[in-house]
């Protein structure tokens, strides 16, 4: 057991150096990174189709990378928005990694990117492991997948620097309780930002958008309490949660280490 957790400490160490150099070097050429985790059938694709297409009306120089195990699908539907976009392939591998992306986004990535979205493979568990040397890190979950999915994935919610819910035209029909779930937000990570969206019906279009300029552009950035002490000096000390499900948590941007803490478990809607 212990050979199998230094060999995952081992990976994920590896992950963290390659996230901090590729967030340098993006840094570098002023390009932000939005990594978008959701479960599978969020709707995730289609809110990103819908912001990429409007930052293209606003002249705002955008590119998507988008994961998947098969298939190029996603691809060719965020390509319909006329934004660089290009598809990763992870032949099977439940999540993206740094080092992965470095490699597609070499001689590929445009110039004047100012911001460059990342649509992870549909999955609340491994991805949240994994820097991806992103500026902003994005939680996404639909009205249909119930009020208690930030206590049933509380990494990934845990880690979110915003949090997004999708098609809110169908929340009545499904009787989401938006109370419920903001309630269940805000235990697993306080003062966190959550965004109503519909992509159907254009509720609250641009404001990933936005939120991700402005990041981009050095406004403070959400930081979770879920965290532990960072490793750099300068910077401030933080919560020590208690060890769960991960052996190991990303050092996201500003050299913050997160762990998540489960908090009190709420019973299942269904």
Known sequence: MCRVVDLQQAVLAKNDACAHTLREDLATRGTAVINLLSSPGSGKTALLERELTLARRRDIPVAALTADLATENDAVRLARSGVPVK??????????????????????????????????????VCPASYDLGETLRVVLASVT?????????????????????????????????????????????????VVLTSARHGEGDGALLDRALAARDGAPVHIPVMTRKSHHPHDAEEIQPRDVNHTHAPRLAGGHSHRADPGPVAPSRS
């Open 145 to 193: 997948e119930g009020e208690d999915k930030p206590l049933k994935y509380p990494t990934a919610f845990g880690l979110a620097h915003l949090v997004v819910v999708t098609k809110t035209d169908i929340a009545d029909a499904v009787s989401f309780d938006e109370k419920e779930f903001r309630a269940n937000v805000e235990r697993i990570n306080p003062g966190v930002e």
């Open 87 to 124: 598809q990763i392939l992870t032949d099977g591998l439940c999540h993206l990694e740094a080092e992965m992306l470095g490699g597609h986004l070499h001689g590929w990535l445009p110039a004047e990117t100012r911001l460059l979205f990342i649509e992870n493979v549909g999955n609340l």
